[in-house]
């Protein structure tokens, strides 16, 4: 896993989180979350919801912008798809991460050191995919949890 490949130790600390909950399974629901256990990571955290789009190809809607990363960027897309990000660079680069975590069902780190608009912006975002099934039921990704952690918030 890339656990080693995680800088900040805040994400080490949701990626246990996610772990914990998953137990057995390939990786947990979205019920199995609990906000108030997240505190550590307030502000910084991404949920996204899955969508069939075009060509049954997934689109990732924000249902959470985390209000750090919104400040940081200069705009909340809270209710938005990430194909309505201002920053289409950025935007299709992320979406690779999302798709992988969307086919494999595992975690995903991405390692950001990069200029946007004039502004250097050096992050890691973990990417944890959330699903639906059971013993029964093939499992399925539905969501992915995004942490953010910026340089600065070691």
């Not at 049954?56 to 209710?79: E, H, K, V, W």
């Not at 938005?80 to 975590?101: M, N, T």
């Not at 890691?124 to 093939?138: D, F, H, K, M, R």
Request: glycine content about 10%; proline content about 6%; some cysteine.
């Amino acid at each position: 896993m890339m656990e080693a490949e995680l800088e900040q130790p805040r994400l080490r600390k949701l990626l246990a989180y996610w772990q914990g909950k998953r137990g057995d399974r390939p990786y947990p629901a979205r019920a199995d979350i609990d906000p108030a256990e997240l505190l550590f990571m307030l502000g910084d955290l991404i949920l996204f919801d899955i969508e069939s789009g075009e060509d049954d190809q997934p689109r990732f809607r924000y249902r959470l912008f985390g209000s750090n990363i919104a400040r940081r960027q200069g705009f909340d897309m809270t209710g938005k798809y990430i194909d309505e990000h201002p920053w289409q660079g950025f935007a299709r680069r992320a979406s690779e991460g999302y798709l992988r975590v969307t086919q494999t069902g595992a975690p995903d780190l991405i390692t950001r050191r990069e200029e946007i608009d004039g502004r250097l912006f050096r992050h890691q975002s973990l990417l944890l995919p959330l699903g639906i099934g059971c013993a029964v039921t093939p499992y399925q990704v539905n969501k992915i949890l995004v942490g953010v952690s910026f340089d600065a918030d070691r």
